[in-house]
């Protein structure tokens, strides 16, 4: 089983995908789980508090916008334990963790930073023939990591 | 102002939504089912389906299970909150949590994915192009193609 | 507080990721106010964002854009209005600037931006918080134009006390004090104040607090109304200028922040407070003052004597700022010019920093202790090419606008 993460980490087809074919989904949920599952100062809605944003300094420097700080201290951690990522490249309607777009080009850059990832580019089907591609081009690319399929 | 503590609940428990876009099984048949296997999990019905929580074993189990009942139709989504949980739901926010966007707009693909699942499962799809990242200059005319049509108007 | 908490619509970009939100959720929850997120589906998101035309490109402001449109079009019921995005964001800071322009131009909608840091507390939110809800509560009281009976008004700054004492719309008696002990300032004021008038504590039928200290002095003193700065001083501006209809504009450079307010028939629509770099502050002109040798009273005059543009200074931060001055005055400038040119940079500090965020209308009126500075009145008329007001007793805004809105308190008793 490889740890996949998977850009946006807040979409629900991507973690479907991985997860149906025996891999696990290293996304918004993971790093926000760990946060609402850990005794700290109250701070809703994220329990993300300000450390998070200090955190961030390790990807992005201290004139970078501490909501980018903030979300790639949510981020970052779970790039660095991937052994895989799969990146959708036209996801322009993504809120929430994925809301902002220079966190979004750092995330993505980082993923192409990591020397050996394997990563898996595609974009969001618009025909039954794209949604096809879709999900054969995934399958594929998981069954590739190795680990349990259900083929 | 006043820092008070947070002190987590059911820690050790993952939530997943279940969501179903199917012609032939309705969000109760799957909650049916999720209630007749659910093992102690607790079980939440939605609009869109239902959503599952507990620990990651038992919580696996009844997905794995649950997806039998129309594979290519049933998605499931990994989620960082508890059902309800005030602080996400929409009765306190005014409006809904930021997230639920997406999902309406991922839900809106479902059909092609689906399309492609049962495609996939029937091995019978002809081999299709790829989808990839767009290059910079992807669909940009070449300049010499430019000239070439330049030159033809004129000549 | 029985009354219904007023609901305040956020339109925002990131502070759940910073750690900003509960301060939000806190500073609103201080004024009996409750934060809310306008209801929208994404064919709105979708349909909002093409209608307003601006391409940005993080979902999270699209999606305030959505929101924002609900609101003016009345598919969403708010009270007010908050926007905030990250500090140093470029793109939020376009969409932030666009949607207050937007939401104040086709609503009634009181609103107020902010552009947030992991740092920002509920401390430094409360008195935006205080104003919105003010103006969306209390229209009724915001409303008042007659000064009545024998009313008291106590502005508690950051750098100085002023009370003021009002009859039948008439200022007969001013105290003043530099702050130092919060509540022996107050109490020092207000004695000076009814010395003035020739009355006593006991004449007195209602009286209102304002300012920082608002709170400990007006609890102690039992005052009837403890009300934020933001929308006293616009009222009061407005009354002592006699322009409590139509549009203005009211500035006002503390000894610790400065106000920006957009004001419609003496109510704010949306204004700016700021005050994180002393450059730009009163505190600057005292210390130019000191360093050349003079009271804060003749600074102004000297001021005027001045050509600004002669000597380079122009810093939001006051340590730099005081730099250019030694550097300028070592290096042989006149007292005059110095004078002129920290007038200057104090002027152009509060027109790049917070005039952008409000739209200037005309008249424009300059209150508190530095529009008596007439040196760093005319540098700001020059900056923003009109004529500006000040009117009489500016320097006890505070104290004004908390008399003529506590004499609201004299019927209810």
Redesign the interface.
Known sequence: MAKVFIF?A????L??MV??WGHE?L???????E????????????????????KGLKYAAV?????????MA?YGPLIEEADAAI?I??A???????????TNELVMFMIRQRKGLPVL?????????????????I?EFLAGLGGESDD | MKESEYIPTYVGTITKYVFIDSPDTTPQTLLIRAYEISDGLMIKETCFGLQVTGVPEKVKKLITELRTVDPAHIFVKDRGFLPGDPRRCRANLGGARPGYYGHEFESGLFRYISHGLEELEKNTAPTVTRLGKKRLDEGKLPPNRLLEIIRNEEA | MTDQPVRIAQLSCGPEHSGVQKEIYDAAAAVNAEMFFPDVTLTDIRRSYDAFGLEARSGDLKLAIGRAMALVEGKVEADAVFIATCFRCAEAAIVRNELRHYIHEHSDLPVVSYSFTERTTSGTLLTRMEALTTIARRRALLAREEQKGTTMGVDSGSATTKAVIMRDNEIIGTGWLPTTEVLNSANGAIEAALKEAGLEMADIEAFGTTGYGRYLVGEKLGADLIQEELTVNSKGAVYLADRQHGEATVIDIGGMDNKAISVQDGIPGTFTMGGICAGASGRFLEMTAKRIGVDITELGPIAMKGISKTVPMNSYCIVFGTQSLVNALAEGSSREDVAAAACRSVAEQVFEQQLQEVDIKEPVIMVGGTSLIEGLVHEMGDLLQTEILVPHHSQYIGAVGSALLASGFIEEK
């Open positions: 946006p807040t979409s629900l087809i973690s479907d997860e149906r989904a996304g918004a949920a993971t790093g926000i789980r946060r609402i599952q850990t005794a700290s100062l109250d701070s809703p809605p994220l329990q993300m508090t300000p450390e998070d944003p200090k004139e970078v916008p501490c909501g980018v700080r903030g979300r949510l990146i490249n036209d322009d309607l993504s809120f929430g963790c994925m809301g902002c777009a220079r580019d595609i974009k969001y089907p618009e025909t039954d023939d794209e949604g096809f591609a879709f999900v054969s081009q399958k």
